[in-house]
C-alpha cells in the first residue's frame, strides 16, 4: 500500500526540481513509490470491475501514464510530469469510449468520468442519444448520489450544431463537444488507509453516467 504523504510530497519535489539531476538522483525513491501506487491501482481495478465488466483483465500498465512527459512539441521542457494518473476504462489510456480518469497531483487533484474528446461521427450520436432520451439522461445528472459527488462539464459550442433547431429544448446538452463530470479533491482525500475504496465507491456513482454514454457502442 502506498504512503500517499508521502507520494505527494515526492510530487511537490518533483515540481520544485524539475530536472533530471535531481530526478536521477531520487530514481530510487520514485521507483518505490511509484511501486506501491501501481499496486494500489492494479487494486482500484480489480474492485471497479465488480461493476464494470470492461475493466476485467485490464493492467496497470495499460492504465497508467509514465512521469516521463512528451517535449518534443512543447514549449514547456520540463522533463516529469508532477502527478500520477490513471485511465479506468476499456483498454485503459486508449479508451475512446466513456471511462474514468484519476489525477492525483499536489492542489489540482481530482476524479473525472465520461467521454474525452469523441470523434465527430460519436459525438453526433451522442447528440442524437441524449436528444431522444433527455428525461433518463437529465435522471442521471440530478441524481443525489450523482450530483453530490460530482459536477457536470465539458468544452460546449457557442450555438446550436448543424441539424437541431436553436429552439431545441435540449440546446445546452447539444451543444456538448464533450460530455464529462468531475469530483474536485484535496489531498488529504488519499491521505488514509482505504483511499482505494473511496475512489472506487466515487467511480461507483458515475456508473450510470458511462453506461448511458456507452450505450451507441453496443449498437456496434
Keep these: 500500500m502506498a504512503n500517499m504523504r508521502d507520494t505527494y510530497e515526492f510530487l511537490r519535489a518533483v515540481a520544485m526540481n524539475n530536472n533530471r539531476e535531481w530526478f ?3 530514481k530510487d525513491e520514485y521507483v518505490m513509490l511509484r511501486k506501491a501506487w501501481e499496486n494500489d491501482i492494479a487494486r482500484l481495478i480489480s474492485l471497479m470491475s465488480e461493476q464494470d465488466a470492461s ?6 500498465n495499460d492504465c497508467a501514464y509514465r512521469i516521463y ?3 518534443r512539441f512543447s514549449h514547456d521542457k520540463s522533463p516529469y510530469k508532477t502527478y500520477f494518473s490513471a485511465v479506468l476504462g476499456k483498454k485503459g489510456r486508449k479508451c475512446t ?6 489525477h492525483m497531483e499536489p492542489g489540482n487533484s481530482a476524479l473525472h468520468a465520461g467521454i474525452w474528446w469523441p470523434e465527430n461521427d460519436i459525438l453526433a450520436r451522442l447528440r442524437s442519444e441524449i436528444d431522444a432520451n433527455i428525461d433518463e439522461f437529465k435522471a442521471i445528472l440530478d441524481d443525489p448520489e450523482f450530483a453530490t459527488r460530482f459536477t457536470f462539464y465539458g468544452d460546449k459550442l457557442k450555438s446550436v450544431p448543424r441539424g437541431y433547431s436553436k429552439d431545441n429544448p435540449n440546446a445546452e446538452f447539444l451543444k456538448m463537444k464533450e460530455y464529462l463530470c468531475i469530483k474536485k479533491v ?9 483511499w482505494v475504496e473511496k475512489v472506487a465507491e466515487d467511480f461507483r456513482h458515475v456508473q450510470r453516467f458511462n453506461t448511458f454514454l456507452n450505450y451507441i457502442f453496443s449498437e456496434e
Excluded: E, S, T
Aim: glycine share 8%.
Design 55 to 60: 475493466l476485467k483483465g485490464l493492467r496497470v
Design 24 to 26: 536521477n538522483a531520487h
Design 69 to 71: 512527459r512528451d517535449i
Design 186 to 194: 484535496d489531498d488529504d482525500y488519499f491521505f488514509c488507509d482505504d
Design 97 to 102: 469510449q466513456a471511462g474514468c480518469y484519476l
